[in-house]
């Protein structure tokens, strides 16, 4: 069933019924990411929030949010995935067990002269880029970052500042910048550490989402025993959606959450892919335009495509203006509530929610009540710091 609201539409798909995930992104590996980020000397793990007067004013019983604004001062979650895959990758090119190891074994001088022989490259609208970076500077080796066009100066400058990278805005989409890097690695015998997967490129997304589960895994405590009977995810290629997505409904067999997928319209390749219901990928090609740049991808994740297409509740597709005001109300808190800073790919799921929960019939075809408990993910902070001053001051 399709709906067409005013600003989004959503998709409720009737079948869910295709094969199985090969990939599992549960409690266990969970585990094994969250050890290696503990071992950063600069760990901590980021707020659980909860919006509890936005959630009675709504009528829900809670909205919760993990604030990835402040990660490991990036200003998004994505420096969790590239620090581990990079580990991960660390450890298998120096034979050490990642049961074992940790970021300490890599401060040993000789293991670090071996660590400044790699260079890692990976293409990004904004933020796994600047993970990427980061990440090569702790592990002290070399990264090149390639943009798809209409990449803000800003962020580029951002991804050099957090690490080791070199940085370039290409001319092509986000699809053609994974492309260029995936040659550029080939072509100078270097590793491509990319947040999606395809035929033949599996084990490093698997990796980086792996190391996304440090979010998940921490939220599941900071729940304190609550089990979120909702979890609104965005999705850009569905590396991170389809890794939570995955580790929430394994962590409660029971009673899973309704998993509700969040992308821009202009590049919702998540819902039309579950629109055409034939269990494939699809792709939204062009240049989509949207100022949610994390999330303006063209092609789903091969690895949790799967996960996505059998377990989510719905799909909606947003115009800007959701996210637009999800960072205004993250700004503005009702109430007692704290004021979180969000960016433009980390609000849309609370513009969204609001206005399901504003509309009664779509509260009821979410199957939202008085006891409902949310779990939103703000995955970014002000990542562009221009912009997001002018939008949550109203100007644009
Ligand atoms: C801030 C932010 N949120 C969400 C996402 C979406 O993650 P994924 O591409 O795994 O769907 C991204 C991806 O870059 C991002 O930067």
């Not at 260079?119 to 943009?147: E, I, P």
């Not at 698997?206 to 909702?230: F, M, S």
């Not at 892919?273 to 090609?285: C, I, K, L, P, R």
């Not at 789903?300 to 799967?306: A, G, I, K, M």
Request: hydrophobic share 40%; glycine share 10%; net charge negative.
């Amino acid at each position: 069933m399709e709906l067409k609201v005013q600003d989004f539409s959503v998709l409720f798909p009737q079948n869910n019924r295709f094969p199985p995930a090969d990939a599992a992104f549960g409690p266990d590996k969970a585990r094994l990411a969250k050890r290696f980020h503990n071992s950063l000397p600069f760990y901590a793990p980021t707020k659980l929030v909860a919006l509890s007067d936005l959630a009675r004013e709504y009528g829900i019983g809670g909205i919760f949010v993990k604030d990835e604004s402040t990660r490991f001062g990036l200003k998004a979650f994505k420096g969790l995935g590239g620090s581990y895959a990079m580990f991960r990758i660390l450890c298998e090119k120096l034979g050490l067990d990642p049961e074992e190891a940790d970021f300490m074994t890599f401060q040993d001088p000789a293991v670090r002269a071996v660590c400044r022989r790699f260079r890692f490259y990976t293409a990004t609208d904004g933020n796994h880029g600047k993970g990427v970076s980061w990440a090569a500077g702790l592990f002290g080796c070399d990264s090149f970052v390639f943009m798809p066009a209409g990449s803000s100066e800003a962020r580029r400058r951002a991804i050099e500042e957090a690490g080791t990278a070199k940085a370039v805005i290409t001319e092509g989409n986000y699809d053609e910048a994974v492309e260029t890097a995936r040659l550029e690695a080939e072509k100078n015998g270097g590793i491509l550490i990319q947040d999606t997967a395809w035929e033949g490129y599996r084990q490093i997304p698997e990796w980086i989402i792996d190391g996304y589960l440090t979010l998940a895994a921490e939220a599941a405590g900071q729940l304190g025993g609550r089990v979120p009977t909702h979890l609104f995810l965005q999705a850009g290629v569905g590396a991170m959606a389809g890794g939570l997505l995955d580790y929430f409904r394994r962590l409660f067999p029971a009673q899973p959450p309704r998993t509700v997928l969040a992308e821009p319209r202009e590049a919702n390749c998540h819902y039309v892919s579950a629109q055409a219901a034939d269990g494939e990928a699809h792709t939204v090609g062009g240049n989509p335009v949207t100022i949610m740049a994390g999330l303006n991808c063209g092609t789903p994740c091969l690895v949790t495509w799967p996960i996505i297409r059998g377990h989510s509740f719905a799909f909606c597709a947003c115009d800007d203006i959701i996210t637009r005001e999800g960072m205004r109300t993250f700004a503005h808190p009702h109430g007692s509530d704290p004021a979180v800073t969000a960016g433009e790919s980390g609000a849309v799921t609370l513009g969204l929610l609001l206005r399901i929960l504003r509309d009664a019939a779509l509260r009821e075809a979410f199957g939202f009540t008085q006891d409902s408990n949310v779990l939103l993910i703000n995955t970014e902070g002000d990542t562009d710091p221009d912009v997001y001053r002018e939008i949550v001051s109203g100007q644009i």
